[in-house]
């Protein structure tokens, strides 16, 4: 009975990354894609003619123009007579042509290249002789000598850069809570010394309530400010006579005094009465 060994996935897997690292030194590329490249990318080959009007990308760079037009999917025929130096057919047309000398001045496929500037450049070299850089652009219309109408676009400009952010006022600027306008009534000079914002009143405690002295506040109410000033006048009263009282020892002191005089005006009382009973 004959055993098949199979390849386990590493071994597979190790195979497809070999020969995908072997494709540049085979000098094979990425597939094209039908779109213009990126750009530094690629070359971007624009075909019109035939009833073909395609742009495609074909990655890579250092290629001739015939190479560019091969790997983006076309067909080439040069002449008898030039070799593959002059193009002929692409994908087969025009198929009335013997293909044998150069084609005809009024049907022949005219070479472009252009670096992405927005304008094409006839070139007077071979499609062979043509070497294309990344970035690059080249065209083939048939005709009389046409330039392709697609527009060779090159990178998009970089983003306008953003505006600088506003250097903040000196200062604290106004929107400080200290020293600016709005952090309550004091503001610094240039050179250094204090100021008043406007609206503020001398001498006044900046960022200070004006209504908790009635004194500081105009509108105050005049009856109020005189109530305050009696209950004030007699809080004094008061305070002078108990200091007086207590001056001539206080309470105690006014009962001893009385006590003192009517214990004399007793002792008076006494001496008078026996005075009167001849005793």
Known sequence: MTTVVRPSR??????????????????????????????????????????????????GSGMSALDALQRAGYATEGTARFGSSVLCRV???PGNQDCVNMPPASAYWALFSSSGNGSWTFSSSGVTSLTLGAGDWVGFRFGSGGAPSTTPSGPQPPAPAQPAPAAPAPNGGGSGGGSGSGGGGATTAPDGSPTMAPGSTPGATPGADPSADPAADPSADPSSTATSADERDDETRATSATTDDGGNGGPWGLLAAVLVIAGVGGAAFVVNRRRQSGV
């Open 10 to 59: 590493w071994i597979a897997g190790i195979l497809v990354a070999f020969v995908a690292a072997m494709l540049p030194v085979l000098g094979l590329s990425a597939p094209a894609e039908a779109a213009a490249c990126q750009a530094g990318t690629g070359v971007t080959v624009v075909v019109q003619g035939g009833g073909i009007n395609a742009t495609t990308c074909v990655p």
């Open 91 to 93: 994908n087969g047309y």
